[in-house]
C-alpha cells in the first residue's frame, strides 16, 4: 500500500470544523462560551486560508490550556468607565470571550457618542487580529485594534528583542462591496508563518529576522531558536509596533510583550497581554456619505491599476470554502479528531 503524502488535502464543512474545534476546546477545560468563540475564529481563519491562525494553533491552545498558564474558565468583567470608553478585565482568560461580553455596550457607545474604546487586558489572544474588527464593517462601522504579543522583535537602531509581533487591524464599511479590511503583523512576518517555513524547511526572503548573534539570516530555525524577528519597514514598522504596546497594554492595563514570565509553564504559548479596539459611527461624519467615499476610493485605487485589495483574497477563499468545504490536510483533520477524544 503507498503511503498517503502529508500534504493530502480533504474539506469539511465550516459548521463541522467549528463543531470539532469546539469539542477540542471543551475537552480541554474551557467553558463553553469559550469554546464557542475560540472555535469560530480559528474554524474562520482556516476557512479564509489565514493559514497561521487557523488549525495549526489548535495544539499550541491545547498545551497552553494543560500548562495551566490561561483560564479557560474565566468570565469577563466589563466595567462602563465613560461615555466612550469600556473597560474589561479578562480574568486571566482569552481576549475574544472579553471582547464578545462587551460588544453590545462598546457598539451602543459608538453609536451614541460616535466614538468608542475598548480597553481588554489581563487577556490572552493567540489569532487573528481581523475576526475581532471585521463584524463591525459589517454593521456600518469603522474599526481598528490592535494587539501585543511577546517578545521577539528588535526594535528598529537596537540590539535585543522587545517588542511583539504586534498586528494592527482594520474595517471600514465600503458600499456594494465586502467591507475594507486588513490585518498585519508590524513584524516583517508573523511570528506563526516564520514557524510554518521552518516545518516546511523552507528558507525566508531577506530582512526578516536575525540569529541568536544578532546576524542576519533566512533560516527560520534560527529565528526561532534564539534569534528574533525585525520589525517590517525598519523604523517606520518599528514605531507603529511601538504604538501597539502602548494602546494595547500602557492604555488598557496589560502587559508589555517583555513583561510576562512564562517559564513556570512549559507548553505556554498564548502570550498574557491586552488589546485595544476603537470602534467609530462614520453616520456622525459630514455627509454620511463613508461606504460611498469608500467606494469611489478603491474604484480610483483599481483605476490606477492595483489588482487585489487587502482582504480580498482571504473574501476569495471564503467563497470556494462556503463552495466546496474549508481546506486541511488529511493529517491535520486526524490530529484534530483524535484531540478531540484524547
Ligand atoms: P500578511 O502579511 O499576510 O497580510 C497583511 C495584510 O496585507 C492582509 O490584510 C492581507 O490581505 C494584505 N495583503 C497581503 N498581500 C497583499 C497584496 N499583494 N496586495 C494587497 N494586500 C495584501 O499578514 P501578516 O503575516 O502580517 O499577519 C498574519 C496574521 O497574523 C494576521 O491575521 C495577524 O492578526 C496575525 N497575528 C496575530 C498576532 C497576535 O498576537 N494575536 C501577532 C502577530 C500576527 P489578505 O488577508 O487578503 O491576504
Ligand atoms: O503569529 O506572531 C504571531 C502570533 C503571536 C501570537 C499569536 N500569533
Redesign the pocket.
Known sequence: MSARPDTAVTQIAFADLQALLHRIFVHNGTRDAVAASLAYNCAS?QR???H??GVFRIPGYVSTLASGWVDGQAVPVVDDVASGFVRVDAGGGF?QPALAAARELLVKKARSAGIAVLAIHNSH??????PDVEPFAEEGLVALSV????TCVVPHGARQPLF??????FAAPCAESDPI???????A?????VQIAARKGEMLPDGIGVDSEGQPTRDPRKILDGGALLP?GGHKGSALSMMVELLAAALTGGNFSFEFDWSQHPGAKT?W?GQLIIVIDPAKAEGNHFAERSRQLVEQMHAVG????????????REVSDQEGVSLTVQELEQLQAMAQA
Open positions: 481563519a479564509d486560508g489565514a497561521s491562525h481576549a489572544h493567540f489569532a487573528a487580529l481581523w494587539v501585543n504579543s511577546m511583539g509581533t504586534n498586528p494592527i487591524a479590511v486588513f490585518d498585519m503583523a508590524t513584524s512576518m508573523a511570528h506563526g508563518d517590517f502570550p497581554t492595483l489588482s487585489r485589495m487587502p482582504g480580498e483574497r482571504r473574501f476569495r477563499e
